[in-house]
Nanobody, 126 residues
């Protein structure tokens, strides 16, 4: 079992920044690729970004490339999402997911992820 807890969400004006954190507990964190997904009201959960267990591989959705940066510190069992130049369309609940993958995999399908956090709300005002 892996438990994930997201934090760092909030209300920010367009053009602003936020940093989300996802703290893991339980099984060996470094065996897991990690990802951020988001879900806006009335929409399906969508892929944002993923990072391999080592941090050596990342995969970004086109909508966030150049604005968002994912990173991880395995010793702290934490993955981060730095979000810059936020837009109103970034408003959503952001979830982190863990995918058991001791290889350099980064997957964008939500069904690949075995564990999920409870989510943190990000609201970007115009």
């Amino acid at each position: 079992q892996v438990q994930l807890v997201e934090s760092g969400g909030g209300l920010v004006q367009a053009g602003g920044s936020l940093r989300l954190s996802c703290a893991a507990s339980g099984r060996t964190f470094s065996n897991y690729a990690m990802a951020w997904f988001r879900q806006a009201p009335g929409k399906e959960r969508e892929f944002v970004v993923a990072i391999s267990w080592s941090g050596g591989s990342t995969l970004y959705a086109d909508s966030v490339k150049g604005r968002f940066t994912i990173s991880r510190v395995n010793a702290k069992k934490t993955v981060y999402l730095q979000m810059n130049t936020l837009k109103p369309e970034d408003t959503a609940v952001y979830y982190c997911g863990a995918d058991y993958s001791p290889h350099e995999d980064t997957r964008l399908a939500s069904y690949e992820y075995d564990y999920w956090g409870q989510g943190t709300q990000v609201t970007v005002s115009s």
